[in-house]
């Protein structure tokens, strides 16, 4: 069985007090909750005040983004190693924005994702398509195409450090969310692509999360379906309440 995971990005919002407190009312508000795993991805500069607030609480850290070099002059940009020194085990890599706002493509998610594996963490991959590209029918071969350039060389089989994110941009942040049988079939169809690619072999296993506008009175819906394994959660993951509430609605029973 696939255990529900819950990310939030908190993009860029929260700085280190807020991220301190805001995570420790998270914690008490789900203290002693089984069946769910919870990350939270501040921004860079909350990195450290994230980590000693999570303690010993079984909250993850997660980073919002990874150079593919270890080191090097690359003015602006956070290795692997570097996030593992701030208590990463997770990093996003590939959100729309990044593709929208600073140039993200196919082939640089894929460079991203292989340094992080190699470093030791595990990786959320985001891939969906706009409303332009839904209303012309091209979600699939988007979504295809995104995966195969992101997953490029890169095995799923028994590893459990790649999860996929599908986020339809056109329901990022506007209030829109796809419909149950929308979000259904475009994980349905992931999950099959991962199979058709690694011959079967752990497409079952992997985690599919739904991203685009989540909030408490839609989450227990999506996540109930047959191959929506959790949930990549932007400004609801800003409310701690609302948060809570998430991760509550997910736990599967």
Known sequence: MRVPLIVGNWK?????????????????????????????????????AARDAIGS?????????????????????????????????????GHS??????????????????AALKAGLKAIVCVGETLSEREAG???????????????????????????????VWAIGTGKTATSRQAQEVHAFIRGRLASRHDGGGSGDVKILYGGSVKPENAAELIGLPDVDGALVGGASLIAEDFSAIIRASVKI
Not at 15 to 23: E, K, N, R, V, Y
Not at 25 to 47: E, R, Y
């Open 138 to 168: 091209k979600t699939e071969s988007v979504v295809e195409r995104q995966l195969d350039g992101g997953l490029e060389d890169v095995g799923i089989s028994g590893s459990g450090g790649i999860v996929i994110a599908y986020e339809p």
């Open 12 to 48: 860029m919002h929260k700085d280190c007090a807020g991220t301190t407190d805001f995570i420790k009312k998270i914690a008490g508000l789900t203290s002693g909750l089984s069946g769910v795993d919870v990350l939270v991805a501040p921004p860079f500069t909350s990195l450290f």
């Open 97 to 114: 924005e990044r593709r929208q706002y600073f140039g993200e493509t196919d082939e640089t998610v894929n460079k991203r994702l292989k």
């Open 57 to 93: 609480s079984s909250i993850g850290l997660c980073a919002q983004n990874v150079h593919w070099e270890d080191k090097g002059a690359f003015t602006g940009e956070i290795s692997s190693g570097m996030l593992r020194d701030a208590g990463c085990g997770w990093v996003i890599i």
